[in-house]
C-alpha cells in the first residue's frame, strides 16, 4: 500500500514542528547545538518552530497523511545570491539566534556553517529537514516523501541537495541516487555533517 502525502499548511504548523522536535531529539547535530538531553527537550523545539515557519513561508513542507512523518523543502534558484541581512538590517542568522535561543552561539553557528558549503550557481531543490516520528521509523517513510520529490526532479531534470546529519543517513540517501560533494562539515567539538548532492536521473531510462 502506498504512503498517503499532502501539502502542509498552516493549520498543520504545530504537528509538523511537534513531529521535527521528536525526530531530532537523539540527533547528533541537533545534540550539538543543544547539549545535554533536559536543555534540548526546553528549547530545541523552539529552533524547529522557526525552520517551519520558513518553510511554510517560502518553501514546503510534505506530510504523510498520519502525520508520522514530514520533509522540508525548499526551491533554490541559481541565481540565488546567498544569506544577507534580514529585515531591519539585522544578520539573518544573529536574528535566529535572538529569537530562538539568545545566549546559545550555536544556533547562529550552524546556520552560518550549513550556508558556508551549500551549492551556488545551479537550480536544485534543498531538502531541509526530514523527520521521521521515533516509533515509525524504519516503515519507509522517509524514502516516500523524499521520492515524491525526487521524480519531479527527474521529470523536469533538477539537482537536490540536502546536509546528512551521520554516516547512516548517508548510507540511505546514496541509495536514492544522492553522492557527497566536497568535504565533510565538522562542526567545531562536535560531529560532521555530509553535504550530497543528486542529479536528475533519466527518467525514461531503465534499471
Known amino acids: 500500500m502506498g504512503v498517503a502525502i499532502r501539502t502542509a499548511g498552516g493549520d498543520d504548523r504545530e504537528l509538523v514542528v511537534r513531529l521535527l522536535d521528536e525526530a531530532f531529539q537523539d540527533d547528533p547535530v541537533s ?21 517551519t515557519d520558513a518553510t511554510l ?3 514546503r513542507v510534505d506530510l504523510v497523511e498520519d502525520g508520522s512523518a514530514c ?9 540565488d545570491p546567498g544569506h544577507g541581512e534580514a ?13 530562538v535561543d539568545p545566549d546559545n552561539e ?11 558549503i551549500h551549492p551556488q550557481g545551479r537550480a536544485h531543490e534543498y531538502l ?32 537536490a541537495y540536502l546536509e546528512a546529519s551521520s554516516e547512516r543517513s548517508v548510507r ?4 536514492l541516487g544522492f553522492e557527497l560533494t566536497g568535504e565533510p562539515l565538522r ?21
Open 31 to 51: 545534540s550539538w547545538v543543544f547539549p545535554g538531553a533536559e536543555y534540548r527537550r526546553a528549547t530545541h523545539h523552539r529552533l524547529m518552530a522557526a525552520f
Open 87 to 99: 529585515d531591519g538590517g539585522e544578520d539573518e542568522f544573529a536574528g535566529l539566534r535572538h529569537a
Open 57 to 59: 513561508a517560502d518553501g
Open 106 to 116: 550555536r544556533v547562529e553557528m550552524i546556520g552560518r556553517l550549513t550556508a558556508g
Open 128 to 159: 531541509w529537514m526530514i523527520g521521521v516520528a521515533p516509533g515509525r521509523q524504519g516503515e519507509g517513510l522517509g524514502t516516500a516523501l523524499i521520492g515524491t520529490v525526487l521524480d519531479r526532479c527527474d521529470r523536469e531534470g533538477r539537482a
Open 172 to 175: 540511505l540517501y546514496r541509495r
Open 71 to 79: 520533509a522540508l523543502w525548499m526551491s533554490v534558484p541559481a541565481e
Open 187 to 207: 562542526l567545531p567539538d562536535g560531529p560532521l555533517m555530509y553535504p550530497m548532492w543528486r542529479e536528475p536521473h533519466d527518467a525514461g531510462a531503465q534499471g
